[in-house]
């Protein structure tokens, strides 16, 4: 389900953007008078900079970067070119970390910070007597969970006991409203989108856990086919670049599944800034 250029975000409500993402006090107006002339113009380029940051443009860049570089790489250890194998990886090494850390940033609130807001739109409604639009919020809600449970696939991410009983346990709570709703109880529905919210938090932070470990996995792959060619195993170092590249382009699929961007924003997304 893709809602216009910025996926499926609503303006937000209660709750903060990612630290990366730039916030209102931020972008204050500052006393320029008191401060030099060089320290005002660093000031200005560093807010500007932080402005177009965009980390879902950031992530796809250095995919596309990364996995020509790895290309490269094959290509040179096919041919016995081990020096430039080498330089290529250890410049896709920069671009693998900087997809990584954009994944997480595009994955560490914003994502979730939709279904958030959803919640608290759905609440307000039943609280307002407006049954229609809580009925739609839920809609939206298994929508989202669908792209979350298909990203979830794509990534190949290893349901863990707490990223799976909390996703069950906020999907449980979201039925449990609708029921309610339909039995005429809104207090019982604002009651389990409560309890959905708070499910909501704790499977956020299981699946930051099993991603980071994910991250960890690859280059943990990346770097042994290094060693592989120091060690002349060129074989297995082929056998470990390709892992990466399989791993690297599930990684980024699944976080545009889950953000409701289709895959093909990595070949038509353009004017990146990094």
Do not use: W
Not at 147 to 163: A, S, V
Not at 257 to 264: A, C, E, F, H
Request: hydrophobic residues 40%; charged residues 15%; proline residues 3%.
């Amino acid at each position: 389900m893709y809602l216009g250029n910025t996926g499926l975000f609503f303006p937000n409500h209660a709750y903060g953007t990612a630290s990366t993402n730039v916030t209102t006090s931020s972008l204050q107006p500052m006393n320029i008078t008191k401060i030099p002339i060089i320290q005002k113009n660093q000031t200005e380029n560093q807010t500007a900079k932080a402005q177009n940051y965009n980390s879902t443009d950031t992530m796809i860049f250095s995919f596309r970067s990364g996995n020509k570089l790895l290309i490269q790489a094959i290509n040179d250890i096919k041919i016995g070119n081990i020096h430039d194998a080498l330089i290529n990886l250890n410049n896709a090494k920069v671009m693998i970390e900087q997809q990584q850390l954009a994944a997480l940033d595009v994955m560490s609130n914003p994502v979730f910070q939709a279904a958030r807001e959803h919640l608290l739109s759905a609440k307000h409604y039943i609280e307002t007597g407006n049954t229609d639009g809580a009925v739609s919020e839920l809609f939206i809600l298994r929508q989202l969970k669908i792209l979350h449970e298909q990203g979830i696939m794509t990534m190949k991410l290893p349901m863990t006991k707490d990223l799976n009983s909390t996703f069950y346990s906020a999907e449980t709570h979201l039925l449990a409203a609708g029921e309610a709703l339909n039995a005429y109880d809104p207090q019982r529905a604002i009651s389990e989108l409560d309890m959905a919210s708070e499910q909501l938090y704790s499977h956020q932070l299981a699946m930051l856990d099993v991603i980071n470990s994910l991250f960890s996995n690859t280059r943990t792959h990346f770097q042994q086919s290094i060693n592989d060619i120091k060690t002349n195993d060129t074989k297995e170092a082929l056998s470990q670049l390709n892992k990466v590249i399989s791993s690297l382009d599930e990684q980024v699929q699944g976080v545009l599944m889950i953000k409701g961007l289709p895959s093909t924003v990595i070949t038509n997304r353009v004017n990146v800034t990094t």
